[in-house]
């Protein structure tokens, strides 16, 4: 969806962007230069770089285009270099480190010596347990970053569901007063196309709601325990795997879908809430009896995140629907562990799948799904993302 405040009737608000002020002049056979500048270094920048890499040829020959990395930022190390440098040479400088090898830079200074063209934001949205509904509103440090780079005139591409899901109308406000674009195709399903779905392949087409398998992890474990696995048991399998992370508080507690419910919910449906406006449940809190007695009945219990409009009707208020007046009322947003039928579209989507049952005006239900939801395809959507912003300038 572009970026900026939805109108009072809804309508998507349309942000230009414009590449005119890059460094090269490109002619017919000179590819434009774009340089990124990449906050955050960890494995899905890399997998990026991997793909800038591999695409060079493609992205000069099909598409004019010749993409440098003229900053990498990490908590722990910088690497910058204002004339930029390729991917593969990006990669190359860090190697093995952990870390890009140059000292530790705050963000807004390697942003303002980076002088790219666009912020490409890959840090991870942090651990969300202490935040509560109704306490200080939380910002997460990426909103920040891309306020920053809008104030330096750069686009921003971003897999990091904080600003979109936490700030959206701070950050899609400062966009259009900047006149610059953001594109998030990665935050919600990794590589999967569910913005870019609403926005070019479903014209006129309204979200009414949806519902959502969004974590992979909690899909891991949930079949583990299906074959009678501890939740302790399974979470400890789905981390040697490596699909969890050391940390899995986020995904097991509900807050890494909250978070891509609200993402989803706040750019297709302007529904201004964030994951903590989002019901959810802990699937540590989820019985495992409730899982393996679903499985021998015949369904599957999955983590479901559902997100629809309240109408005047009560008796619609309560549960997910189009109901009498599906453009207008409070979006509500819940997460909970759901025993579906087989027969149900999401009922399938197990292990590192993901999935969302789209409810529109026009078009009816939509369901997308993603096979693997794996760095690669997260990299891919972040790839796509930087695409479009220069194919469309």
Same mark, same amino acid.
């Given at each position: ?20 002020? =890059?460094?090269?002049? @490109?002619?017919?056979?000179? @590819? ?8 955050? =270094? ?20 099909? /598409? ?10 990490? *908590? ?5 270099? @204002? ?61 920040? /970053? ?41 935050? &919600? ?23 959502? &398998? ?23 399998? &789905? ?82 629907? *189009? ?44 369901? &997308? ?25």
């Amino acid at each position: 969806m572009t970026a900026g405040p939805a109108t009072p009737d809804a309508a998507p608000r349309d942000v230009s962007i414009s590449f005119a002020e =890059f460094d090269d002049d @490109p002619t017919p056979n000179e @590819p434009r230069t774009v340089r990124l500048c990449l906050l955050g =270094f960890g494995s899905v920048a890399r997998a990026l770089c991997e793909l800038l890499a591999a695409q060079e040829r493609v992205l000069a020959e099909r /598409h004019g285009l010749r993409v440098l990395i003229s900053a990498a930022g990490t *908590r722990h190390g910088s690497l910058l270099d @204002p004339a930029g440098m390729t991917p593969a040479a990006a990669l190359a400088a860090v190697g093995d480190r952990p870390a890009p090898p140059q000292a530790a830079r705050p963000a807004p200074e390697l942003l303002a010596a980076s002088g790219a063209d666009v912020l490409v934001e890959l840090t991870v949205m942090g651990d969300l347990s202490g935040v509560a509904a109704g306490a200080t509103p939380y910002v997460p440090a990426a909103t920040g /970053h891309v306020l920053e780079a809008f104030r330096l005139g750069m686009d921003v591409v971003t897999a990091n569901k904080g600003p979109i899901a936490w700030t959206w109308p701070d950050v899609s406000t400062a966009a259009a007063a900047a006149g610059r674009r953001i594109r998030f195709e990665s935050t &919600v399903m990794d590589g999967l196309p569910v913005f870019s779905l609403l926005e070019y392949t479903l014209p006129d087409c309204r979200l009414l709601g949806f519902e959502a &398998v969004f974590n992979a992890t909690t899909n891991f474990i949930i079949d583990a325990m299906g074959t009678g696995r501890r939740y302790e048991d399974a979470l400890a399998q &789905v981390q040697a795997e490596g699909y969890a992370e050391a940390d899995p508080s986020n995904d097991v507690d509900g807050w890494d879908a909250a978070s891509k419910a609200a993402a989803l919910a706040n750019v297709a449906m302007d529904a201004g809430i964030t994951p903590a406006d989002v019901e959810h449940e802990s699937l540590a809190d989820v019985p495992l009896e409730r899982i393996v007695a679903a499985r021998e009945s015949g369904r599957r219990l999955r983590l479901v995140s559902s997100v629809w409009r309240e109408t005047a009707e009560p008796g619609d208020a309560s549960s997910p629907g *189009r109901g009498a007046a599906p453009f207008t009322g409070r979006v509500r947003a819940r997460l909970r562990a759901e025993e579906l039928d087989i027969e149900h579209p999401l009922a399938s989507i197990s292990g590192e799948s993901l999935g969302a049952l789209l409810h529109t005006d026009l078009m009816a239900d939509v369901l &997308v799904s993603e096979r693997h939801a794996l760095v690669p395809q997260t990299a891919y959507g972040v790839y796509a993302d930087l695409l479009h912003l220069c194919r469309t300038s």
